[in-house]
């Protein structure tokens, strides 16, 4: 079946995955939003997509704060239209011992990567559900399902907090038409890498089966496909792209 345009939006789009996702669902026909703290950069990566502004706008928001991003969906709603996609990919990595992560900071990286999926996913999935069409895409992590603590115990912990929120709003938009996925990614070149101690980066790729960092095009293409109609009877799914890394 052929898609039909729909109103999009990416979190955390102002640069890596979420600026490729971005792009991937504007070249599918789709209306993009691209929501990032860095409002300068999301508006630029929203301008090289559509300098005119009718089907890609940027606007800065910080994912943490629920009245921000409440102002953030009105902002889109009222520029391209109801959302009928939403990819949660902003996210927090800090590479610190499990040890010495002080509280303020757990908190804030799980305000960040996880309670902004519960705070994004109930203000925009009842209207899917009333339209009888939506696709959400949740941006997990192998760390997530392993237990890796290189990205930090607060980030694993936060990834694996998104697979189990996936399942249970998969449960609740079933029958409505709306489908909840999470997408669990690792070792992906993006310029979250470049703040990686260069041994630790050489180190992990002796580990990839596939013999190469991801790309960022291989991972958004992945969560486009998740967001079309074909995608229809894929749900509450975590879906590995790892180079191999991790195999079940
Ligand atoms: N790159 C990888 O290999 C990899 C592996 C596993 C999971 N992931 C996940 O994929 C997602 C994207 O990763 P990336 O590598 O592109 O990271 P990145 O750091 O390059 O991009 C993250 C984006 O999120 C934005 N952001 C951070 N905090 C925010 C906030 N409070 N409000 C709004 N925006 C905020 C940042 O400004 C940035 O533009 C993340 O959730 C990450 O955990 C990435």
């Given at each position: 079946m052929t898609d039909t345009s729909?109103?999009?939006?990416?979190t955390g789009a102002g640069r890596g995955l979420g600026a490729a996702i971005a792009t991937d669902l504007h070249a599918g026909?789709?209306?993009?939003?691209?929501?990032?703290?860095?409002g300068e950069a999301a508006t630029a990566a929203a301008k090289a997509l559509d300098p005119a502004g009718e089907s890609a706008v940027g606007?800065?928001?910080?994912?943490?704060?629920?009245?921000?991003?409440?102002?953030?969906?009105?902002?889109?709603r009222s520029s391209l239209g109801v959302p009928e996609i939403l990819v949660n990919n902003a996210g927090?990595?800090?590479p610190r011992p499990v040890w010495d992560i002080d509280l303020d900071e757990w908190d804030d990286v799980l305000a960040t990567n996880l309670r902004s999926v519960l705070i994004a996913t109930r203000e925009l999935a009842p209207a899917m559900r009333d339209r009888g069409w939506g696709r959400v895409v949740n941006m997990a992590s192998l760390a997530g399902q392993q237990g890796g603590l290189v990205a930090g115990a607060h980030y694993a912990a936060s990834k694996a907090g998104i697979l189990v929120l996936t399942k249970i709003f998969a449960k609740e938009l079933a029958a409505?038409?709306?489908?909840?996925?999470?997408?669990?990614?690792?070792?992906?070149?993006t310029p979250v890498m470049d703040a990686m101690d260069p041994g630790q980066l050489e180190r992990s790729l002796a580990t990839i089966p596939v013999g190469r960092l991801g790309r960022a095009d291989e991972v958004a293409a992945l969560v486009g496909f998740l967001c079309t109609?074909?995608?229809?009877?894929?749900?509450?799914?975590?879906?590995?792209?790892?180079?191999?890394?991790?195999?079940?």
């Open positions: 729909r109103v999009a939006v990416v026909g789709h209306r993009v939003a691209l929501l990032d703290l860095d606007v800065a928001v910080d994912v943490r704060d629920p009245a921000a991003l409440r102002d953030a969906f009105d902002q889109v927090r990595t800090v409505a038409g709306v489908t909840v996925n999470a997408v669990a990614p690792a070792a992906v070149r109609e074909a995608a229809g009877y894929i749900t509450g799914a975590t879906v590995d792209i790892n180079g191999g890394v991790f195999m079940r």
